[in-house]
């Protein structure tokens, strides 16, 4: 029988945690279904997901932050019914498409508008962790160099290599041994990052500017020192904007807000525009001919997908609505708002020890109470499980007031928000109201959050794995 897709979705909507349940990753379900996340989603627009009765849920997670543009954006919607239209070749990988040339282009142009203008060769690739591994690749064949340093409690992505150079060893657990040669210093400390790179084998130093798992950023001058001391012993400067990138933190890149000059920079998530996965390197010319330094060398890194016409589409769509409605922009105005919210928030309830925000990236950190009963509530969450309390703030977030949030690391009291970028005054009203609301309940004790997190408990003991973080990955 033909394909129709539209009446198999139609038909089949609300099977979905089932169908996942039986081929898919089961464990994520039970996580799910544990902590009331197994919503039908069944229509997406803009900052909102709708269920299947019509409820809107505000989305202050955008997917780990791909729907910069919001979701389902007629732009992209137009240029990926365009580019099918024409019918053009696609993926015949021994000839250079038009469609990725063009974003290429874009790509560039965009940086020497930003103040990077040497960042002028650009490869094409899938996800942010293959554009890490890239990354990683050209380093080291660019300097003949073996080692990578990165930062404590960084996050790069999954694959072997970035793994390996990521500092949070939530993700380590049953993958050893890693890669060799990747070693880690704490943000901010210059004179251990300096020791490492005395000793003349580290071929780049790849930092996040603003740390995806707590959206920690340095208040000082560290980067532009860190950037000076790779410069002095020959190492190169890598920055991860795979989260961070493309207007996320109210600039279009956050090394403009240190004005640092990386010689490497990887790009994905909101590149996708939200359809198809998209990532990309981009370096110095001169650092990325080293890898492709012969005619037989040509294509010694390669990826079948990275160039594909629908992504590159969609590429050219995400730079083309970033730069129209001027979203990194209102990153700036909206994140403004929000912290000068958040801080109000924090004024009301001393369980809140820090909030934190660049743009529309934004992490609230709770620490133990003050008042009697909050605190005995805290501290019985903790004995049974020190990974939990932030859930307890996530799922009444979503089952009473329809926001979308998550918890930002592992056994950490953080709760982070990456909404899209196009949100206004009303999104940060909801999302603000909702958070203090949930904090109040809080002071209840025992009450209805409290005893939320000892059935969560019970829950896991009962064979579904810890909930602390539902999806893992930022």
């Not at 539209?6 to 038909?11: F, G, N, Q």
């Not at 380093?139 to 150079?165: D, M, Q």
């Not at 859930?391 to 899209?420: E, G, S, Y």
Request: glycine letters at 8%.
């Amino acid at each position: 029988m033909p394909l129709d897709l539209k009446d198999m979705v139609v038909s089949r909507l609300g099977e979905n945690y089932e169908l996942h349940d039986r081929y898919l990753n089961r464990t994520l379900v039970k996580v799910q279904r544990t902590i009331g996340f197994d919503k039908v989603y069944a229509r997406a627009e803009g900052a909102y997901l709708y269920d299947m009765d019509g409820k809107d849920y505000l989305d202050f997670l955008s997917g780990f932050g791909v729907f910069n543009i919001g979701r389902n954006h007629p732009v992209a919607q137009q240029a990926i019914r365009d580019i099918l239209e024409l019918n053009l070749p696609n993926m015949v990988q021994l000839d250079s498409a038009l469609m990725s040339g063009l974003l290429a282009e874009a790509i560039v142009k965009r940086l020497a508008r930003q103040g990077a203008p040497h960042l002028d060769a650009v490869f094409l690739c899938n996800s942010g962790t293959e554009a890490v591994e890239g990354a990683l690749k050209f380093a080291k064949c660019a300097t003949r160099r073996p080692r990578i340093i990165s930062l404590e409690n960084s996050y790069h992505g999954l694959t072997y290599g970035a793994l390996s150079i990521t500092g949070n060893p939530y993700f380590h657990e049953g993958f050893a041994p890693f890669v060799p040669g990747c070693d880690r210093v704490v943000l901010g400390d210059l004179d251990a990052l300096e020791r490492e790179l005395k000793r003349g084998d580290v071929a780049a130093f790849i930092v996040e500017l603003v740390q995806g798992k707590s959206v920690k950023f340095p208040k000082n001058d560290f980067f532009q020192q860190a950037q000076a001391l790779c410069r002095k012993h020959g190492t190169l400067f890598i920055c991860d904007e795979v989260q961070t990138g493309l207007g996320r933190t109210g600039k279009w890149f956050a090394f403009e807000h240190w004005k640092l000059e990386p010689d490497i920079l990887t790009l994905s998530k909101a590149l996708s525009a939200g359809y198809v996965p998209a990532g990309a390197v981009v370096a110095r010319r001169e650092i990325y001919q080293k890898t492709f330094n012969r005619l037989d060398r040509c294509i010694v890194h390669s990826t079948t997908f990275g160039r594909n016409n629908l992504a590159c589409a969609c590429g050219l769509a995400a730079l083309t609505v970033l730069e129209d409605e001027k979203l990194p922009e209102n990153a700036a105005t909206q994140g403004a708002e929000l912290e000068r919210q958040l801080l109000e928030v924090q004024k009301r309830h001393d369980i809140i020890k820090e909030v934190r925000v660049k743009g529309l990236m934004a992490a609230i950190e709770f620490h133990e109470p003050r008042a009697m009963m909050p605190k005995m509530g805290w501290k019985l969450v903790h004995g049974l499980d020190p990974s939990l309390f932030p859930q307890l703030i996530v799922t009444p977030m979503l089952q009473r007031h329809r926001v979308l949030t998550q918890v930002a690391a592992n056994r950490a009291d953080i709760v982070k928000v990456v909404p899209p970028l196009i949100i206004g005054q009303k999104e940060i009203d909801r999302f603000t109201g909702a958070l203090d609301a949930v904090i109040s309940d809080l002071g209840k004790f025992p009450g209805p959050i409290w005893d939320m997190g000892h059935n969560f408990v019970k829950a896991m003991k009962s064979g579904a794995p810890k909930a602390a973080e539902p999806a893992g990955v930022s």
